[in-house]
């Protein structure tokens, strides 16, 4: 099967709900579906390849070097982790699009649409491990006229 892929891990534990907790208590939108994304192609991609098949594995995260950042108007938890960089790039490898600059690894925790957010939360608040279950893929349901590839 040729087509857009979708690909990601959600965050699983105790951490999935301290995360939303710290959201809330800074009184923005709280996001429901804790994850990070490892792919999300626009482009068509075989699915058949053995690269696109879902790891069933955890994978484990120190959130040392993680910092908040905001990406437009969702706050973001932005972390390391070469296992999940480096299946980014396995992706990325086979025909996966990106469109973006880089690859950050990060979870969205909320929104501020109304960007009334003036400090990010505080770094001490966030659990020191995070656990993420196995990943997931979906198909895009992507309309090439309505939301068309960027150009490079």
């Known amino acids: 099967m040729n087509a857009p892929i979708y690909m990601a891990r959600r965050l699983i534990g105790n951490a999935a709900r301290d995360i939303q907790h710290l959201a ?76 973006f600059e880089t690859y950050n690894a990060h979870i969205t925790i909320g929104y501020d649409r109304e960007r009334r957010l003036k400090t990010l939360p505080d770094l001490c608040e966030v659990p020191k491990h995070l656990v993420f279950g196995a990943e997931y893929k979906e198909a895009l349901d992507i309309d090439p006229q309505e939301d068309p590839l960027p150009v490079p």
């Open 24 to 99: 809330a208590r800074y009184g923005f939108e709280v996001e429901p579906d804790l994850h990070v994304t490892l792919a999300y192609s626009r482009a068509m991609v075989d699915w058949t390849l053995p690269v696109f098949d879902v790891r069933d594995d955890q994978v484990h995260v120190s959130t040392t070097d993680a910092h908040f950042d905001k990406f437009g108007q969702c706050i973001v938890l932005v972390f390391q982790s070469p296992e999940i960089h480096g299946r980014h790039q396995e992706f990325q490898a086979a025909g996966a699009s990106w469109d």
